[in-house]
């Protein structure tokens, strides 16, 4: 089956710094990827949706010079979290969509802010 | 819009026992709905999917989810739940009848316990 490959699964990071986490569709071209965050107990919340070689589309709420998204390729796309700072620690999940495969997530990263 | 309410934050049931998850949706058009189970720091497995046609669904792990419109409810059952069934459950409704975007939508989640 399909398999979104997202690394890293974890990172430390220091408040001021920017993070960057890739997410790759092993065996299929995404058509569209997904950015979520999810906090502790809680659902996944939608950041922002990318198209292959367009501007991502963010969610209300979500600020798109902090949260910078890259869908470079049909099966590479990316989210940097730039002057992180500890509010931005969370769990962030990314979701490619292919015609024929449906909806495939990614294993997530951890990213903790210190 | 569309949106998903799962009833139940969390559910607590002993080994072998039926497993019923709740779910109910909103949706303008004809919905595609999802359950994805969560396991401790890892990402989203699909369990089931509805689109068209059946409407009880059967997926892996022997759960399965009947999808009614007149209910507008899509509950996930396990005859006999397995320790290893513990984990964060999601239901999901996708928008991509009425866009090509194609987003999901969760519901808040439920986690399940399963007691020996």
């Known amino acids: 089956g399909a398999v979104v490959s997202q690394h890293p699964s974890r990172v430390i990071c220091k408040s001021g710094t920017s993070v960057k986490i890739e997410c790759r569709s092993l065996?299929?071209?995404?058509?569209?990827m997904f950015w979520y965050r999810q906090f502790p107990k809680q659902s996944l919340m939608l950041m922002a949706t990318?198209?292959?070689?367009?501007?991502?589309?963010?969610e209300q709420g979500v600020e798109k010079d902090k949260f910078l998204i890259n869908h470079a390729s049909l099966t590479l796309s990316t989210l940097t979290v730039t002057s992180a700072h500890p509010e931005d620690s969370s769990f962030y999940i990314c979701s490619a969509r292919s015609w024929t495969d449906g909806y495939t997530f990614g294993s997530g990263t951890r990213l903790t802010v210190v | 819009a569309q949106s998903v309410t799962q009833l139940g934050s969390h559910v607590s049931v002993s080994e072998g026992a039926l497993v019923l998850l709740r779910c109910n949706y909103s949706s303008s058009v004809p919905p595609y709905l999802f359950w994805y189970v969560q396991y401790p720091n890892q990402g989203l497995q699909l369990l089931l999917k509805?689109?068209?046609?059946?409407?009880l669904v059967k997926g892996i792990n022997g759960f399965e989810a009947e999808f009614k419109k007149s209910e507008t409810s899509f509950h996930l059952t396990k005859p006999s739940a397995h320790m290893s069934d513990a984990a964060e459950y999601f239901c999901a409704v996708s928008d991509l009848r009425s866009s090509n975007t194609g987003k999901l939508i969760f519901g808040q989640g439920t986690t399940l316990q399963v007691k020996p």
């Open positions: 509805y689109t068209t046609g059946a409407t």
């Open positions: 990318s198209n292959e070689g367009s501007k991502a589309t963010y």
């Open positions: 065996d299929f071209q995404a058509t569209t």
